[in-house]
């Protein structure tokens, strides 16, 4: 069992006796950090061509929070962590890349909970992670993960507003000009750009590259068992496939990404953008928007 897989087990045995929303709930003060070491090549050329990024130059915009992904898990699948890991949901991820990185490089990663909040749906939990080169920041994110359960009373939806104090406020905080979309346009109204077909292994392909194999993913047998009819797509993966089409990846300041429903698979979605690329969504049968995403250049 490798120890990813490992954390998981951990994760489910221990989700049952962990209460979500309690007032008295802290985070966990550690911060695993993978040692620095350049990026495998085979693992980075698996990735690139799953989710349709070039198999040159720097890194996908995406890949650090891959690789982080093993300590991330092992990180809130802890006994300190206050929140159960089964049923935790991937709401949104913040993205800034403060300078392309190449994959022979040495990157140092790191990973921390950020903060806690209620959420209109129940706590929401602010995961960073920070890739460094010797000692300099040239990447950071923030996503948050919903646990569903009964708020104790009526709050804010904070996934749409997070916050940049503290600890990874390198991530730039929303203002007017960064908190909104760039294009007027709403996700319905964006133009088609592609569509996609997606397989119903897709979620098992992913895995395999991204090492992220949560059940929801890879059957339909053990998606049912977590209330979905079939095995959904990763999340990260509809973000990165997304970001593969965006024009010019070393001018991008921020990246904001929105997941709003699961895409079953196997389906068919749209891929749909503004002139510049700079907003987008992923549209389904019927026009349904699973992710919105949006693009801050530098400049």
């Known amino acids: 069992m490798t120890s990813l897989s490992a954390s998981l087990v951990r994760g489910a045995l221990l989700s049952p006796l962990k209460r979500a929303g309690r007032p008295d709930a802290a985070l966990p003060p550690d911060r695993p950090t993978r040692p620095a070491a350049p990026v495998a090549p085979g693992p980075l050329a698996a990735y690139g061509r799953i989710c349709g990024f070039t198999e040159s130059g720097a890194l996908p915009l995406t890949y ?14 802890g006994r300190a962590f206050p929140l159960p890991v089964l049923g935790l949901v991937h709401t949104w991820i913040e993205i800034a890349p403060h ?6 490089e040495p990157l140092e990663l790191t990973v921390y909970a950020q903060e806690l909040n209620p959420h209109r749906r129940g706590t ?8 460094r080169v010797a000692g300099e920041l040239v990447w950071e994110s923030r996503s948050g993960y919903l646990s569903r359960h009964a708020p104790r009373r009526p709050e804010p939806d904070r ?15 929303p203002t007017a000009s960064t908190a909104g979309r760039p ?74 990404i929105d997941f709003r429903a699961p895409v079953l698979l196997p389906a068919t979605v749209t891929y749909a953008a503004d002139a510049a690329g700079d907003a987008f969504a992923l549209r389904g049968p019927g026009g349904r928007v699973h992710l919105v995403g949006a693009v801050i250049r530098k400049g």
């Open 124 to 131: 929401e939990v602010t995961m960073t992670t920070e890739a």
């Open 183 to 256: 294009s007027a346009a709403s996700p319905e109204e964006l133009p088609a750009r592609a569509e996609w077909s997606l397989p119903g292994d897709l979620g098992r392909r992913y895995g395999a590259v991204s090492r992220d194999r949560n059940p929801i993913h890879l059957y339909p047998l053990t998606a049912r068992l977590f209330g979905f009819p079939r095995a959904i797509a990763h999340g990260m993966w509809t973000a990165a496939r997304c970001l593969a089409e965006t024009r010019d990846p070393a001018a991008v300041r921020t990246v904001r």
């Open 99 to 104: 300078r392309p990185v190449e994959p022979t």
């Open 159 to 173: 996934a749409s507003t997070p916050s940049a104090a503290g600890a990874g406020a390198n991530l730039p905080a």
């Open 64 to 77: 650090p929070h891959v690789l982080a992904f093993p300590d991330t898990m092992r990180l809130m699948t």
